[in-house]
């Protein structure tokens, strides 16, 4: 079992910079690759960034490829989401996600940014 907290989000004006971060606890958070997904107003949830275990690769959505940035710690068991110039259409709930090596996923409860214009 694989606990994630998000936490980061707010209102924040276009153009920011937060950062969000996701908190895991329960198993060994060096062995599985983490991610970031959102879901705006009346959307589907959608892929945001990805991570592998050990931090090499990194994948991104083309609309937040050269703003976000995600990155991992593994001696705080923390992966972050570095988001830069945003824009009113980010306005979504951030999810963590924690995907295992036998393809389980686990997902926290989210974390809502809201850009205002």
């Known amino acids: 079992q694989v606990q994630l907290i998000e936490s980061g989000g707010g209102l924040v004006q276009a153009g920011g910079s937060p950062r969000l971060s996701c908190a895991t606890s329960?198993?060994?958070?060096?062995?599985?690759?983490m991610g970031w997904f959102r879901q705006g107003p009346g959307k589907e949830r959608e892929f945001v960034a990805a991570?592998?275990?050990?931090?090499?690769?990194?994948h991104y959505e083309d609309s937040v490829k050269g703003r976000f940035t995600i990155s991992r710690d593994d001696a705080k068991n923390t992966v972050y989401l570095q988001m830069n110039s945003l824009k009113p259409e980010d306005t979504a709930v951030y999810y963590c996600?924690?995907?295992?090596?036998?393809?389980?996923?686990?997902w926290g409860k989210g974390t809502l940014v809201t850009v205002s214009s």
């Open positions: 996600n924690a995907r295992m090596a036998d393809g389980m996923d686990y």
């Open positions: 329960g198993r060994t958070f060096s062995s599985y690759a």
């Open positions: 991570i592998n275990w050990s931090g090499t690769l990194t």
